[in-house]
């Protein structure tokens, strides 16, 4: 149980183009989903709460119209990168929490490589 | 906020020996402290928790160990084996997750 995916797992994409990362919950329900983002040999960096039906809560520094997040159902919620630039280039990961007393979900992530 | 200390930040031991990385953390209203492994190009996946009420938690040659005076945590992965290379992050948690900087182990066969 617990499972959590996200696609594509990897994209490349040219410079100035936008890029939508889809994150499910498989087999429960996550009013809550996290999106972080991790650069090489580093930890992860929370970028974004997303709580389904309203909008997303962003961390300071992270540009809400660049990463854009919709949390329209109980089991999805994607991050769209817009215009995306060469810096943007990371492995973006989501989580979900199951409700249960704090505990997270990550899905595999999300490579993305921007030309 | 909560801020999360991990060490070491690297960790070869020979294949058959023990492991440990220890976590710090700041803020005494943190009260859930995951485990998670991370294999290259992969997401993390939660090996083992604790919450605060516990001391101690184990799980076959994973054990977690908390002190909640000292503030501080720590993994313990026994009888190592070369598939257990991986970076692990700890987190603390109480309203929001905050990781430690991470932990990259190599267990040499």
């Known amino acids: 149980g617990a499972v959590v995916s996200q696609h594509p797992s990897w994209v490349i994409c040219k410079s100035g183009t936008s890029v939508k990362i889809e994150c499910r919950s498989l087999d429960f329900q996550a009013t809550t989903m996290f999106w972080y983002r991790q650069f090489p040999k580093q930890s992860l960096m929370l970028m974004a709460t997303s709580n389904e039906g309203s909008k997303a809560t962003y961390e300071q520094g992270v540009e809400k119209d660049k990463f854009l997040i919709n949390h329209a159902s109980l089991t999805l919620s994607t991050l769209t990168v817009t215009s995306a630039h060469p810096e943007d280039s990371s492995f973006y990961i989501c989580?979900?929490?199951?409700?249960?007393?704090?505990?997270?979900?990550f899905g595999p992530g999300t490579r993305l490589t921007v030309l | 906020g909560e801020n999360v200390e991990q060490h070491p930040s690297t960790l070869s031991v020979q294949e058959g020996d023990s492991a440990v990385i220890k976590c710090t953390y700041s803020d005494s209203a943190s009260n859930y402290f995951p485990w998670y492994k991370q294999e290259l190009g992969k997401g993390p996946q939660l090996i083992i928790d604790?919450?605060?009420?516990?001391g101690e938690k184990k799980d076959q040659r994973i054990a977690v160990t908390l002190n909640k005076t000292a503030k501080h945590f720590s993994l313990h992965i026994t009888e190592t084996q070369p598939e257990d290379s991986a970076v692990y992050f700890c987190?603390?948690?109480?309203?929001?997750?905050?990781f430690g900087t991470g932990t990259s182990l190599t267990v040499i066969p």
């Open positions: 604790i919450r605060s009420n516990v």
């Open positions: 989580s979900a929490d199951s409700g249960a007393l704090s505990e997270q979900f």
């Open positions: 987190a603390a948690t109480g309203n929001q997750f905050y």
